[in-house]
C-alpha cells in the first residue's frame, strides 16, 4: 500500500472513532448535569409529598371523629300514629 492509502485508511478509522469519544463525553456530561439538576427537585417532590400525606391524614382524623360523634347521638324513637 502506498502512504496515502495507508493515510486515507488511517483518516477513516481515527475521525470517527475520535468523534464516537467526544460524543459520549458531552452525552456523560448531560446525564451527570441532568441528574445533580434532578437530586434537589426529587427531595423537594418526596418531601411535598410527606407533607400532604401527613394533611390528608389530620382531615381523615377528623372526619372519622365527626362520625363517631354522629354515630353516638341515640336515635329518636318513631312517633307512632296511633
Same mark, same amino acid.
Given at each position: 500500500? +502506498?502512504?496515502?492509502? %495507508? %493515510?486515507?485508511? +488511517?483518516? @477513516?478509522?481515527?475521525?470517527?472513532? !475520535? *468523534?464516537?469519544?467526544?460524543?459520549? !463525553?458531552?452525552?456523560? /456530561? ?5 441528574? @445533580?439538576?434532578? =437530586?434537589?427537585?426529587? !427531595?423537594?417532590?418526596?418531601? =411535598? +409529598? +410527606?407533607? *400532604?400525606? =401527613?394533611?390528608?391524614? @389530620?382531615?381523615?382524623?377528623?372526619? /372519622? ?10 336515635a329518636?324513637? @318513631?312517633?307512632s300514629?296511633?
Open positions: 500500500m +502506498a502512504d496515502p492509502q %495507508m %493515510m486515507t485508511l +488511517a483518516l @477513516a478509522i481515527v475521525i470517527p472513532l !475520535s *468523534m464516537s469519544i467526544c460524543r459520549n !463525553s458531552r452525552f456523560t /456530561d448531560f446525564k451527570e448535569t441532568l441528574r @445533580a439538576e434532578i =437530586g434537589p427537585l426529587r !427531595s423537594d417532590l418526596l418531601g =411535598g +409529598a +410527606a407533607q *400532604m400525606k =401527613g394533611l390528608m391524614e @389530620a382531615r381523615f382524623d377528623l372526619i /372519622d371523629q365527626k362520625l363517631d360523634e354522629i354515630l353516638r347521638i341515640p329518636k324513637p @318513631a312517633r300514629l296511633e
